[in-house]
């Protein structure tokens, strides 16, 4: 069983739409990442929460530390949110395990 | 403010032969980390680097290496190249070691195809 489990694996949506991924966890991971990746490879990092809830313009991250689960959101969502989204739990200090990733395909 | 500068950004090796990709990360920063990405494993980590000390390492055999210079530049090497080291290697680095509070900034990546 992977350490850092993502749902969907692929996600299609009309514009407008309000967008979930969902990031399930094991034990021994201190912090998640949020991370957006576009086609090119370049990859940002959006969210790192180790409790509660953060907010950025559209997109919010929440963690339930007892339930070891990570949700992303994106409200109102756009075509240019169309990317690779990657939750990334922290071992350690910096060691990162990944999920497989979510491929977002908002279309117009 | 320079972003995290990976070089080269492609690179084609042959079978055996060896590899050293390179990673300048934003200026004041301490720490360096290395990932692998496949289309088959995704994204792995490979080792981090924090004041020219390898801190953590991830399970790649020791063909791979790495190392940091005392201005926080690190570099990777890869010895005798199979087939399945073609990824795409990205680096990041972070302000500082050891503390939740610093966000990752990742470059754009090395993409390695070895024949």
């Known amino acids: 069983k992977n350490e850092v489990e993502q749902s969907p694996q692929n996600l299609t949506a009309q514009e407008g739409e309000f967008i979930t991924i969902n990031c399930s966890y094991s034990v021994g991971i201190s912090a998640l990442h949020w991370l957006q990746q576009h086609p090119g490879g370049g990859i940002v990092s959006l969210f790192m929460l180790s409790s509660g809830k953060k907010k950025h313009g559209r997109l919010i991250a929440t963690i339930n530390i007892q339930e070891k689960h990570s949700s992303l959101h994106i409200t109102a969502s756009h075509p240019r949110d169309s990317a690779v989204y990657i939750c990334?739990?922290?071992?350690?200090?910096?060691?990162?395990?990944f999920g497989q990733g979510t491929r977002l395909t908002i279309n117009p | 403010k320079a972003g995290v500068t990976q070089t080269p950004r492609y690179l084609i090796k042959t079978r055996g032969q060896q590899v050293t990709l390179s990673c300048s990360p934003i200026?004041?920063?301490?720490?360096v980390s290395w990932y692998q990405q496949t289309p088959g494993q995704g994204l792995q980590f490979l080792f981090e680097?924090?004041?020219?000390?390898?801190?953590n390492k991830g399970n790649f055999p020791g063909r791979f290496s790495g190392r940091q210079f005392s201005n926080s530049r690190s570099e990777m090497n890869v010895s005798t190249l199979e087939l399945g080291d073609s990824a795409l290697y990205l680096c990041?680095?972070?302000?500082?070691?050891?503390?939740?509070?610093?966000?990752?900034?990742f470059g754009n990546g090395t993409r390695l195809t070895v024949t």
């Open positions: 680097y924090f004041s020219e000390t390898q801190r």
């Open positions: 990041a680095s972070s302000l500082a070691y050891r503390t939740y509070n610093s966000p990752l900034h």
């Open positions: 990334a739990g922290l071992q350690g200090a910096q060691k990162l395990v």
């Open positions: 200026s004041g920063h301490r720490s």
